[in-house]
């Protein structure tokens, strides 16, 4: 349930309430706006009166959120999320751009494409270096020695870093080298992942899964931010249909559907989404017009050489051909890139 205090409320009147929702069994996680605080009540909703707090002093009004995800409901935030991270502020008007290869493969190759997507005008570098592939057989990644080479690439270009958090015990790891984390479309549902990641200090890049519901991606959320990590960007990547034209069926209605629902940053990876490198351009187009908060793109210096996803990502100067156009794009619906 929620509560939503009157603007510019006591302290006493907020503490007064949240020590009732307490003394009720609630857990209590407050939200401050910039004009009212709202208390977020998470427990056992029997019994329990909206009239009983509408009387308190200092409260405006107090609601029951009859939907499974209470934290990550627009209600608890109206005013929207804004993750922010150094000078790159995710969810506000700027469309934040990350880019970079499926994985980390040598020195050299991260070195070139965090300075190809630094000069395009990419925020953040991504790259894998823990990597969910469907066959074991597949290159797995580089694991720390690849962090190590992404985040120092990443420095020398002044971008920020996402990279693949694949396992709880590898959250200390992560935490040291990336500026985000990514839990991939595979563990949208690693509930123990969620959890521990809920008590991380680091943003959180939450994938949807590969035959997720829009209400389950929000449930992962809501795992996230119940353990009090509230800084989670949610990203739309292609879901599982019968069409075998692209690798995934890139669902870009889900971001105006996510951004009606929640007050978290919505970005879309329209690598993911289609898989194919000639359809990646126009679906990120798609999303920036549809309102994503950011991309998530795979670009190669190289791709017909790279060790993973290659045939989906762009060769450099088509992501700086893309780049223009989202410009372009973006202006259109009241943004930059
Ligand atoms: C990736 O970003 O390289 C990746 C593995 O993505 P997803 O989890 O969406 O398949
Ligand atoms: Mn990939």
């Known amino acids: ?18 020590d009732r929702l307490v003394t009720m069994g609630f857990t209590v996680h407050r939200s401050t706006g910039t004009s009212h605080t709202v208390l977020g009540g998470v427990g056992p909703m029997d019994n329990f009166e ?3 707090f509408e009387v308190m002093e200092g409260v405006k009004e107090c609601h029951r959120i009859v939907s499974p995800y209470k934290l990550a409901n627009k209600r608890f935030r109206p005013q929207g999320t804004v993750v922010e991270i150094g000078k790159v ?43 969910p592939r469907s066959s074991p057989y597949s290159f797995q990644g580089l694991g ?19 990279s693949e958090v694949m396992d709880r015990s ?28 809920g008590l991380a200090r680091k943003p959180v890049l939450l994938k949807r899964g590969i035959a997720a519901t829009i209400e389950e991606l929000l449930l992962s959320a809501e795992y996230i931010m119940s353990g009090g990590n509230y800084e989670i960007m949610l990203c739309e990547r292609g879901i ?50 549809a309102g994503a908060d950011g991309l998530l793109v795979e670009v190669h210096h190289d791709p017909e050489h790279a060790l993973s996803d290659g045939a989906q990502s762009l060769y450099p100067d088509q992501f700086a051909e893309l780049m223009g156009q989202l410009r372009g794009i973006a202006a259109a619906v009241g943004r930059s890139v």
């Open 170 to 197: 590898q959250i200390a790891l992560l935490s040291e080298y990336s500026d985000i984390l990514q839990v991939g479309a595979r563990n949208m549902q690693n509930f123990n992942l969620l959890r521990d990641l």
């Open 240 to 289: 599982r249909t019968f069409e075998t034209a692209t690798r995934n069926t890139m669902d870009i209605s889900a971001i105006p559907v996510l951004q009606q629902l929640t007050h978290l940053p919505v970005l879309a990876d329209p690598s993911h989404g289609v898989g194919k490198r000639n359809l990646v351009a126009p679906m990120a187009r798609a999303a920036v017009a």
């Open 144 to 162: 720390e020695q690849g962090l190590k080479m992404l985040r120092a690439a990443a420095d020398r270009n002044g971008l920020l870093v996402v």
């Open 50 to 52: 909206p009239a009983e």
């Open 1 to 18: 349930m929620l509560v939503v205090m009157q603007e510019g409320a006591a302290e006493e009147s907020v503490q007064r309430v949240i």
């Open 89 to 131: 502020k995710i969810g506000g008007p700027e469309v934040v751009m990350m880019a970079g290869p499926c994985s980390v493969e040598s020195e050299e190759q991260i070195s070139l494409s965090a300075e190809l997507v630094a000069k395009a005008g990419a925020k953040v570098i991504r790259g894998g270096a823990f990597k």
